[in-house]
C-alpha cells in the first residue's frame, strides 16, 4: 500500500495566483480530511469528505478555499486567490470507520 | 464539540530516561485515542492507539493509559533513544469519522 500520496511536495506561488492541491487517498478508505498545520494553530480541520460528499467544510477559512472530490480516489484543495497569511503545510489524511487516519506527507506552500 | 488539551508544549530528556506527554478530552462520549509522531518534513504517523474499553496498551517501549473517569490519557516512551525527538499528537475520536487533535509536544532526547 502506497500511503496517502500528495502533490505537489512544495509550492510557491505569487500572492492572487491560483493554487491547486492535490491527495489520493488510500485504496478503501471513505473518508477524506483536508488539514492545515502552522506554528500559531497547529493541526487545523478544513473539510471532510465521506463517500465522496462533503460532510463538514467548517473549517474553510474563507471563500477563497474550495475543495472537490470528483471520485472515491482524487480529492482537491484550491485556494483562489492565494495570500502570503495561507501559508503553511497542507495534509490529506484518509481513513474507513475503526480504523486509523493515515496522513499524507503534505503540501507545503509558501505565498510571496 | 470536543475538546482535546495536551501538556507539555515542549519535552527534553536525556536518552535512556523515560518521557510522558498527557492529554485531556471533554467529551464523555470519545471513544478512540491515537497517538502520532511527526518527524520534520513528514505527515503525523500513528505510533499507537487505545480504544475506551481498555485501560492500558504497550508496544515495546511506548505504552498508553487512558483513564475514562477523569477524561485522560497519556503516551509512555521508556529508554527514551534521539531517534523518538520529534513532535507527538494526541487525538480523540467519537465515531471514527472525526477527529480531534492536541497541539502538539515537541520531544528532544539529549544524547
Known amino acids: 500500500d502506497a500511503g496517502v500520496i500528495q502533490s505537489p511536495r512544495h509550492e510557491v506561488t505569487e500572492m492572487g495566483q491560483e493554487v491547486t492541491l492535490r491527495c489520493k487517498p488510500i485504496?478503501?478508505?471513505?473518508?477524506l480530511f483536508w488539514y492545515r498545520q502552522t506554528m500559531m494553530r497547529g493541526l487545523e480541520l478544513l473539510i471532510y469528505?465521506?463517500?465522496?460528499?462533503?460532510?463538514?467544510d467548517s473549517g474553510m477559512p474563507e471563500d477563497r478555499f474550495s475543495a472537490k472530490m470528483p471520485n472515491a480516489s482524487f480529492s482537491t484543495l484550491k485556494i483562489q486567490p492565494s495570500e502570503p497569511r495561507d501559508s503553511a503545510v497542507y495534509f490529506c489524511?484518509?481513513?474507513?470507520?475503526?480504523?486509523?487516519?493515515?496522513f499524507g506527507n503534505g503540501t507545503r506552500l509558501t505565498v510571496t | 464539540g470536543e475538546n482535546v488539551e495536551q501538556h507539555p508544549s515542549t519535552l527534553s530528556v536525556q536518552e535512556g530516561d523515560s518521557a510522558v506527554i498527557k492529554c485531556t478530552y471533554s467529551d464523555s462520549a470519545s471513544n478512540y485515542f491515537p497517538w502520532y509522531k511527526q518527524e520534520l518534513g513528514k505527515g503525523p504517523q500513528l505510533i499507537i492507539d487505545?480504544?475506551?474499553?481498555?485501560g492500558e496498551k504497550k508496544d515495546q517501549r511506548i505504552a498508553v493509559t487512558l483513564n475514562k473517569t477523569a477524561k485522560h490519557f497519556s503516551l509512555h516512551i521508556t529508554e527514551t533513544q534521539p531517534e523518538d525527538s520529534a513532535v507527538y499528537f494526541c487525538a480523540a475520536s467519537m465515531f471514527g469519522d472525526q477527529f480531534y487533535f492536541g497541539t502538539g509536544t515537541s520531544l528532544t532526547v539529549i544524547p
Open positions: 487505545i480504544r475506551s474499553n481498555v
Open positions: 469528505f465521506n463517500n465522496n460528499v462533503p460532510i463538514d
Open positions: 489524511a484518509s481513513t474507513m470507520l475503526g480504523s486509523p487516519l493515515h
Open positions: 485504496s478503501g478508505h471513505d473518508y
